[in-house]
């Protein structure tokens, strides 16, 4: 008998367990509130054609089940070898390994889910105007960040007690886009000093099948500079961060009017500082689930392992 399985998330977590349930046999529907695909694993796209990787920069992969899904995607050109030996990044964008994995699987986008309920012993979604989004459910996996999952739990009774030891830094994201030479890293430049303003600067444009030709720089600030300007404007952040960058040794940034574009993303849980060390969490009694990266660690790898894991639960209990 196949059951269906909604699943809350369109990243890594949601989308690697979409793909073993779906594998075994059951429905499966998959709802976003973002516009796309790949939730942290993003990349914004300008009119252009310039793009940035302004989330998750490049994966690694530990588990043999994990490296031959990353072999594959490597075969299909999905992901490509950037940067250092034994890192990958997706292509032609960081999204693209998970569309690869919900290809073919139905994916609502830009639909919130605002809490669950049980009707006829089923499972009944709610989106965030208050309506009743389309099916019923024999279990629900969230695999929102562990605070969103939470509260996401709580509307439907769920005591998920493991996430209140989650904690995520935030992570502001700077795009700049620019004309011509100017002394950068070859690909990346990781900063050592964590009381730094900057952790991070990527060489966007070197990354294989990304279009525009123009230099692209995705450059991350440290958790801590983060949250102090947490609240900030975008447009202030950007400014900041850009001068702070100026500042860095061995990299001169072109002169302001030669920067065609420059914005900064705010990412309010970025990186798991403490994971709730668990694969996943399971009620059997509700049939009601989590994943995501705050159960085994701030990775691509780890939210993939952690959907797997919760799929494996799944397939335990459902028929
Ligand atoms: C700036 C930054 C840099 C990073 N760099 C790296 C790196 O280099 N290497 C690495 O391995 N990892 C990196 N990471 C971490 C990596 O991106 C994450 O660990 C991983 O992508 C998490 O996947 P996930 O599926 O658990 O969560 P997410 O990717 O956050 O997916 C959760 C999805 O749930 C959706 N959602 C949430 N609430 C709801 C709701 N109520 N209704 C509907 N949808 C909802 C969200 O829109 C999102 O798409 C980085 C992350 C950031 C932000």
Do not use: N
């Amino acid at each position: 008998m196949t059951s269906a399985v909604a699943i809350i998330g369109a990243g890594m977590a949601g989308a690697s367990a979409a793909r073993a349930l779906h594998a075994a046999g059951h429905r499966v529907a998959v709802f976003d509130k973002g516009r796309g695909l790949g939730g942290r694993m993003a990349t914004r796209r300008l009119p252009d054609g310039t793009t940035f990787d302004h989330g998750a920069q490049y994966f690694t992969a530990r588990d043999p089940g994990f490296a031959r899904d990353v072999a594959s995607w490597i075969g299909a050109e999905t992901a490509a070898p950037w940067g250092e030996p034994g890192w990958s990044a997706g292509t032609p964008g960081a999204p693209d390994p998970v569309r690869s994995l919900l290809a073919g699987l139905p994916v609502a986008t830009g639909l919130t889910v605002s809490r669950l309920a049980r009707e006829d012993g089923r499972w009944a979604l709610t989106g965030a105007r208050g309506e009743r989004l389309p099916g019923a459910f024999d279990a629900v996996l969230v695999t929102a960040p562990a605070p969103q999952a939470r509260a996401l739990g709580e509307t439907a009774g769920a005591e998920w007690s493991a996430l209140d030891r989650v904690r995520y830094a935030p992570c502001w994201a700077l795009m700049l886009a620019h004309e011509g030479e100017a002394p950068m890293p070859e690909t990346h430049r990781r900063e050592a000093d964590p009381a730094r303003p900057i952790a991070w600067i990527a060489r966007d444009d070197t990354k294989p099948g990304r279009g525009g030709g123009r230099r692209t720089l995705v450059v991350h600030a440290s958790p801590g500079w983060s949250r102090a300007h947490l609240e900030e404007e975008a447009e202030t952040v950007a400014g900041l961060l850009t001068a702070e960058l100026r500042c860095l040794p061995g990299l001169a940034l072109p002169a302001p009017g030669r920067i065609g574009y420059a914005a900064a993303h705010r990412w309010r849980y970025a990186l798991v500082e403490r994971a709730a060390e668990e694969p996943c969490l399971w009620s059997p009694d509700l049939r009601l689930g989590v994943a995501g990266d705050g159960c085994l660690g701030g990775r691509v790898e780890a939210a993939y392992l952690s959907g797997r894991a919760l799929a494996e639960r799944v397939l335990a209990d459902l028929p």
